[in-house]
């Protein structure tokens, strides 16, 4: 099993920046696509972002895309979430997740939960209007 643990949440004004940080057992972690997602109440999990193990890869949800910017250090077993300009619709818990399979090629895989196995325990984001 790979344990995922998220951290850099907090509360932020519009317009401000986070920096989330997933850090992974292992190397599993860094083996495979990795990808943030959100959920607010109410709402479903949403994605986000996410990069395939070699960082040829890398994909984001068209209501980030500008803002965000994913990474990885596989040395570190870490993948980053990069998050500026942010806005109250960013609020939301944010998850990491390891790619289930390795075998994602296109946005729509990546984009897809259940293409993943593992999950962080998530951390919480409030942006401020």
């Known amino acids: 099993q790979v344990q995922l643990v998220e951290s850099g949440g907090g509360l932020v004004q519009a317009g401000g920046s986070l920096r989330l940080s997933c850090a992974a057992s292992g190397r599993t972690g860094s083996s495979y696509g990795m990808g943030w997602f959100r959920q607010a109440p109410g709402k479903e999990r949403q994605f986000v972002a996410a990069?395939?193990?070699?960082?040829?890869?890398?994909y984001y949800a068209d209501s980030v895309k500008g803002r965000f910017t994913i990474s990885r250090d596989n040395a570190k077993n870490t993948v980053y979430l990069q998050m500026n300009s942010l806005k109250p619709e960013d609020t939301a818990v944010y998850y990491c997740?390891?790619?289930?399979?390795?075998?994602?090629?296109?946005?729509?895989?990546?984009?897809?939960?259940?293409?993943?196995?593992?999950w962080g325990q998530g951390t919480q984001v409030t942006v401020s209007s």
């Open positions: 990069i395939s193990w070699r960082g040829d890869r890398i």
């Open positions: 997740s390891a790619e289930r399979n390795g075998d994602c090629t296109g946005y729509g895989c990546y984009a897809a939960p259940s293409r993943y196995a593992y």
